[in-house]
């Protein structure tokens, strides 16, 4: 049996409804459920499970998904145990991984926790570990923060470490597969981590799975990671999660820093929610792992030009990932699909020459306050885009105004698009009508843009022969301008000097009304439309849309067979 059928197979024998109502308080509402929703704090119900597709949604945080996402997300839990949870629940047996791939597995894990003990009992008892212990005093690490991260040292030799593992009964090819040795050319192999402070990386279940060593004294790189292993992808790995997640689920905040010394310096002074990237650059994967304990994301990263590069990339990198997310918000001419921030996104600058650690050290409350009053990262963005251009030059306004476009394109809620597009115009010293035809202008590109992608390229149809004029065939559907039709449209109006559309032609097409309007919802966002359509259609107390609702005969046509072929069991 594939995952997929062993998934699906799950979906069929356990209620959704049943599955949820373990951990919220649900009742019935027209054809779906209603209750408050765990994801975020609420007073008025908005979060509605669907029997009829197995699916729930939040309407107020836009959170959504299946039954194994919201377990996943409540119990934060990696997919793998979910998919155990359920189909022991359900009793459907899973096929077991490969002994000898299990195995293998452990042997990294138990070779980890090996060399953990080793690099510890360096650090507190060897001579040799002085000089790391002389630097972690004058860092300000305590004892306890020592303990709990399992800080060690790596001594100054060139297989110290691989005869200690090969006394424990590890070969040296294992031992290389983990990433703690390195092969010589002539043949065996040296110790990756020599004369370094050792920091180990764990898992989000707390397990060791690679190293960072800083260098104690000159040399290079300053700081060393692990490789890449079968444990170790640090595109997914999170430092210091594993004792942050809590924290960050209690306080839905994640805060982020830069290095080791910075989460260590944080927890041991009572702010357990701060973790470190590995690297400078967040990933897409590292975002949705966060995800899954806040979507509330404060930067604090050092005050340098790296510091703020790597802030403006970590932020482009959640937006990316989290922010666009299309939420349908009735129009007076139907439906338009707005780009929410599902991300709320802040910037705790750090005082000039100063990096997280070194104001923890000297004042944790300043730490505190910086944290508390982070700024918004649309006035973040706004305001490093302003500082790269001369506003006093009428091509750095053009330039400076063109450049915050996509991220006002983002904000959803009327007022704060409104209250940006102020800013942007007083930075910029231009009106705001000029910031907000810009903006109209640039959307309706995107959405230009969007529709090319979307739509396949027709072939050339041939020209007319001479004297044949050429009209739409009687069955068009939609009309022949360029404008997308209302359900394709975000609801933005085109500014007054845009020139009319010429008058249609003599042969008029199908005309567009509302019932087209929920055909179009209904091919584009058949996920999301119907949860939300029952949901409103529950709250006026009326019966879910059927397709006898459609009036005319054709829309009621395409809707069962889309119906069918969208819906129906295979």
């Keep these: 049996m ?29 054809s779906s459920y209603k209750g408050l929703c765990p994801f975020h704090s609420e007073k008025t119900p908005s979060f509605h499970v669907f029997p009829q597709t197995n699916t729930w949604k939040c309407f107020g945080c836009g959170a959504g998904g299946d039954i194994f996402t919201f377990v996943e997300k409540r119990e934060n839990l990696p997919f793998p145990d979910v998919l155990r949870m359920l189909a022991r629940e359900a009793g459907v047996p899973l096929e077991e991984v490969r002994p000898e791939v299990r195995d293998a597995r452990q042997r990294l894990l138990d070779i980890h926790n090996a060399a953990t003990s080793f690099f510890q009992s360096n650090l507190l008892t060897g001579p040799e570990g002085e000089r790391a212990r002389v630097y972690l005093a004058h860092r300000g690490v305590s004892q306890e923060a020592i303990e709990q991260f399992q800080l060690g040292f790596a001594r100054d030799g060139w297989e110290h470490l691989i005869h200690h593992l090969k006394s424990k009964g590890y070969s040296l090819e294992e031992i290389i597969q983990a990433g703690l040795a390195i092969p010589r050319d002539t043949g065996g192999a040296y110790d990756r981590f020599r004369n370094r402070l050792i920091i180990p990386i764990r898992d989000v279940q707390g397990r060791v799975i690679a190293f960072g060593g800083r260098i104690l004294g000159e040399g290079e790189p300053k700081y060393l990671n692990s490789p890449q292993t079968p444990l170790f992808d640090k595109s997914r790995v999170i430092f210091g999660l594993d ?4 924290a960050i689920r209690a306080r839905d905040q994640v805060v982020l820093v830069e290095g080791y010394m910075d989460v260590i310096s944080a927890h041991q002074r ?25 979507h509330n994301f404060v930067f604090a990263l050092d005050a340098d030009a790296a510091g703020a590069r790597a802030t403006w990339r970590g932020v482009m990198i959640v937006q990316e990932t989290l922010s666009e997310r299309g939420v349908l918000a009735p129009t007076s001419s139907g439906f338009r699909t707005e780009k929410r921030l599902f991300a709320d996104v802040s910037i705790a600058i750090m005082p000039q020459g100063q990096d997280p650690d070194d104001v923890l050290r000297q004042d944790p409350e300043q730490w505190r306050a910086l944290i508390e009053n982070a700024i918004p990262v649309v006035d973040y963005i706004i305001q490093q885009t302003a500082a790269q251009h001369d506003l006093a030059t009428a091509s750095g306004k053009s330039q400076f105004v063109a450049e915050v476009l996509p991220t006002l394109s983002k904000i959803g809620d009327a007022i704060q698009r409104r209250h940006y597009i102020g800013r942007v115009a007083a930075l910029a010293r231009v009106r705001e009508i000029d910031v907000e035809e810009a903006l109209a202008q640039f959307e309706r590109g995107e959405r230009r843009r969007s529709l090319k992608r979307k739509t396949p390229e027709s072939p050339i149809p041939p ?15 939609l009309g022949a301008a360029e404008e997308p039709p209302l359900w394709m449209d975000d609801g933005t109006a085109s500014p007054a000097t845009e020139p009319a559309l010429p008058p249609a032609p003599a042969s008029q ?33 009326l019966d879910p849309f059927y397709v006898e609702d459609f009036t005319d005969p054709l829309n009621r046509a395409i809707f069962q067979i889309v119906e069918d072929y969208l819906f129906d069991e295979p």
């Excluded at 594939?2 to 649900?26: A, M």
């Excluded at 004792?243 to 809590?246: E, F, L, Q």
């Excluded at 097409?509 to 058949?526: A, D, F, N, T, V």
């Excluded at 999301?528 to 529950?538: H, V």
């Design 2 to 30: 594939t995952q997929y059928s062993v998934i699906q197979e799950i979906k069929d024998r356990l209620d959704v409804v049943s599955v949820i109502g373990r951990y919220v308080q649900l009742k019935k509402s027209g």
């Design 243 to 246: 004792m942050a997640k809590r």
């Design 270 to 294: 009572g702010f357990k929610n701060v973790v470190a990237a590995m690297g400078t650059s967040l990933t897409s994967q590292q975002v949705q792992l966060l995800s899954r304990y806040s």
């Design 463 to 477: 020209e007319p022969p001479p004297g044949v004029v050429d009209q739409p065939p009687d069955n068009a559907i």
């Design 509 to 541: 097409p199908r005309r567009i009304g509302p019932e087209e309007h929920l055909l179009g919802l209904m091919l584009l966002h058949h996920d999301t439309l119907w949860p939300w359509l029952d949901a409103e259609l529950a709250g006026l107390e």
